[in-house]
Structures are given as structure tokens and as C-alpha cells.
């Protein structure tokens, strides 16, 4: 079982920039889709960012233009680059990783965008 865990998470200023990491305990990182998500208390966890094992991205609307994924295979790890934040960026964000019917999540780590 791949275990996930996050870090780079905490308080940023609106304008600002900030980079998460997930890294994975297995070496077959590489076979799974990979995923950014963020949930606000009371509302659903929403996607941000996923990159396949073939490194095709998608991302939400809102994060268009302004966040990036990446991965690195060599080190189990993916990142997602956050600029240009906003205070509607603030949100507990977790990291996915997804292979047919297998689905695990990290523990999430909080982002905060205040001045």
C-alpha cells in the first residue's frame, strides 16, 4: 500500500507563493495519477490539479494560469506550485494518488492566504 504525505503547507500573503509536496513510500509512484485536491470546512473536497503517469495535467478553472503539478519519479515525489495566491486559495489541500480501483489520500496539510 502507497502511503502519502504531504508538506510545505502553511500561512502565505495574498500575491504570494508557495510550493507543496506529497511524497510517496513506494517506487511505484510512477504507475499512479497523481492529484492536488483542497476542501474548506463545510464544503466538498474539490480537485486542483492531477497529472497522469504520462504526465498529462488538468486543472480547475479557479487555478488556471496560477498553479502548476508536477512530478519527479526518481524521488516518489509530486509538487504543486502555487502563485499568485489568493485568500479563496485557503483550504486544507490533499494529495491523491490513484491506480484502477485503488484511491489513497494523504493526511492534508493546511494553506493559508492572508495578509
Known amino acids: 500500500q502507497v502511503q502519502l504525505v504531504e508538506s510545505g503547507g502553511g500561512l502565505v500573503q495574498p500575491g504570494g507563493s508557495l510550493r507543496l509536496s506529497c511524497a510517496a513510500s513506494r517506487n511505484i509512484f510512477s504507475a499512479y495519477a497523481m492529484g492536488w485536491y483542497r476542501q474548506v470546512p463545510g464544503k466538498q473536497r474539490d480537485l486542483v490539479a492531477r497529472?497522469?503517469?504520462?504526465?498529462?495535467?488538468n486543472y480547475a478553472d479557479s487555478v488556471k494560469g496560477r498553479f502548476s503539478i508536477s512530478r519527479d519519479n526518481a524521488k516518489n515525489t509530486v509538487y504543486l506550485q502555487m502563485n499568485s495566491v489568493k485568500p479563496e486559495d485557503t483550504a486544507v489541500y490533499y494529495c491523491?494518488?490513484?491506480?484502477?480501483?485503488?484511491?489513497?489520500w494523504g493526511q492534508g496539510t493546511q494553506v493559508t492566504v492572508s495578509s
Open positions: 497529472i497522469t503517469s504520462g504526465g498529462s495535467t
Open positions: 491523491h494518488a490513484g491506480i484502477g480501483f485503488i484511491s489513497i
